[in-house]
């Protein structure tokens, strides 16, 4: 593990990964938008860069993890972007959620410089983050991929690190992640107002269902935020609202109907809208239950 990492990105989901990533003694170098964070990840055991550039130049594989399309292509191809130090035979692993279509092009863009791009958006929120337990989607090269694995198992899960295809195919699964995540949301959220609204203690209702077909991840660790009324922000509202529109482009580019992800969108749109993009997207329960009339 005596190669040096780049990591750039240091915000909710990157500190915890670039901590794991030194936990297990990968040589670290770091940058991010904010100083606080490099601060910290220097004083556990990290060097400090100056710029994504200088990321560049000091490291042969680079990790980003920031938060939309757009700031993926900043670091990559702006002023003092990676592109501008890469060498040849280098690697840059994007953890980011962003479009498919840009992670391709970037992918194309990145072999132009004789180096590779695999994009891998992670699952699993900030706990997943911090315990190292993320399951990862990636896309790229078979050589790119085998590569990058070693790296990710420090972060991830390694059994549910999952090669799914060429570029932006880890992105696209992404998609189809969020995609899964907000209708089980939406359904929880709905069947815990039903609850309410009839009288039954919708933490009986969920226990129940735990123990059944009905059983997901969702409705045990959102059901529980929703239940304690806990919507302090693990995954913000508005971070997930970008992936939505993200979706909602990609289902566009493939002409594929979705009309429960179109529904979820609008809730999310009102939930946008109510004041809470920086509240925990669990939240999405709150506009379900003041469309039902309960407090």
């Known amino acids: 593990m005596s190669e040096p990492i780049g990591f750039i990105g240091l915000g909710v989901m990157g500190k915890p990964m670039a901590r794991n990533l030194l936990a297990r003694g990968f040589d670290l170098v770091?940058?991010?938008?904010?100083?606080?964070?490099?601060?910290?990840?220097?004083?556990?055991?990290?060097?400090?860069?100056?710029?994504?550039?200088?990321?560049?130049?000091?490291?042969?594989?680079?990790?980003?993890?920031?938060?939309?399309s757009p700031d993926v292509e900043a670091v990559l191809e702006g002023q003092d972007g990676v592109f501008s130090a890469?060498?040849?035979?280098?690697?840059?692993?994007?953890?980011?959620?962003?479009?498919?279509?840009?992670?391709?092009?970037?992918?194309?863009?990145?072999?132009?410089?004789?180096?590779?791009i695999v994009d891998a958006p992670v699952s699993?929120?900030?706990?997943?983050?911090?315990?190292?337990?993320?399951?990862?989607?990636?896309?790229?090269?078979?050589?790119?991929v085998a590569r990058?694995?070693?790296v990710l198992e420090a972060v991830g899960n390694p059994e549910r690190i999952v090669h799914i295809g060429p570029a932006g195919s880890g992105q696209l699964c992404k998609v189809c992640n969020q995609m899964v995540i907000g209708g089980t949301l939406a359904?929880?959220?709905?069947?815990?107002?039903?609850?309410?609204?009839?009288?039954?203690?919708?933490?009986?209702?969920?226990?129940?269902?735990?123990?059944g077909f009905a059983s997901s991840r969702?409705?045990?660790?959102?059901?529980?935020?929703?239940?304690?009324?806990?919507?302090a922000p693990g995954f913000r509202t508005k971070?997930?609202?970008?992936?939505?529109?993200?979706?909602?482009?990609?289902?566009?580019?493939y002409q594929t109907p979705a009309p429960v992800a179109a529904v979820v969108q609008q809730l999310v749109s009102a939930l946008m809208a109510s004041g809470k993009s920086e509240s925990d997207y669990s939240s999405l329960a709150t506009v379900l239950f003041d469309l039902a009339g309960l407090e």
């Not at 601060?39 to 938060?67: L, W």
């Not at 690697?91 to 132009?112: F, H, K, M, N, Y």
């Not at 969702?218 to 919507?231: C, F, M, T």
């Not at 997930?240 to 482009?249: P, R, V, Y």
């Open 30 to 68: 770091v940058h991010s938008r904010s100083r606080g964070p490099v601060n910290e990840i220097v004083a556990a055991g990290a060097r400090a860069a100056e710029s994504p550039a200088d990321v560049a130049r000091q490291t042969a594989i680079v990790i980003t993890m920031v938060p939309d």
């Open 86 to 116: 890469l060498a040849r035979g280098s690697l840059v692993i994007d953890c980011s959620t962003i479009a498919p279509a840009v992670a391709r092009r970037l992918a194309a863009r990145a072999a132009e410089f004789g180096a590779s």
């Open 124 to 144: 699993g929120g900030e706990v997943g983050a911090i315990n190292a337990s993320l399951s990862i989607m990636m896309g790229g090269e078979e050589a790119a």
């Open 148 to 150: 990058a694995r070693p």
């Open 187 to 211: 359904a929880v959220s709905e069947a815990f107002a039903l609850a309410r609204k009839a009288g039954v203690d919708p933490a009986l209702v969920r226990n129940a269902l735990l123990g």
């Open 218 to 231: 969702v409705l045990d660790a959102h059901g529980e935020r929703i239940l304690k009324s806990n919507y």
């Open 239 to 253: 971070l997930f609202a970008k992936d939505l529109g993200i979706a909602a482009a990609t289902l566009a580019e």
